[in-house]
């Protein structure tokens, strides 16, 4: 659904631009909430912060344009 949605001309380019922009900047820096080192746990924080952005850009999207794209 999230790839329809960023594909989707209604949904607000500040949605679908600064969302992913953050993430992959998030991803680029050095700096982690839990260092990469640390076994698992270093790249879970990575796989959260992404599925909680996607989590956000759904929550972001225009109610019933999630809903549509849900029924169908």
Do not use: N
């Amino acid at each position: 659904m999230a790839y329809k949605l960023f594909r989707d001309p209604r949904v607000s380019k500040v949605t679908k631009f600064a969302i992913p922009g953050l993430v992959a900047a998030y991803m680029l820096l050095p700096i982690d909430l839990l260092p990469d080192f640390v076994p698992l746990l270093g790249q879970l924080d990575d796989l959260a912060i992404i599925a909680l952005a996607l989590k956000f850009f759904i929550d972001m999207s225009p109610k019933w344009l999630v809903e549509f794209y849900r029924m169908s």
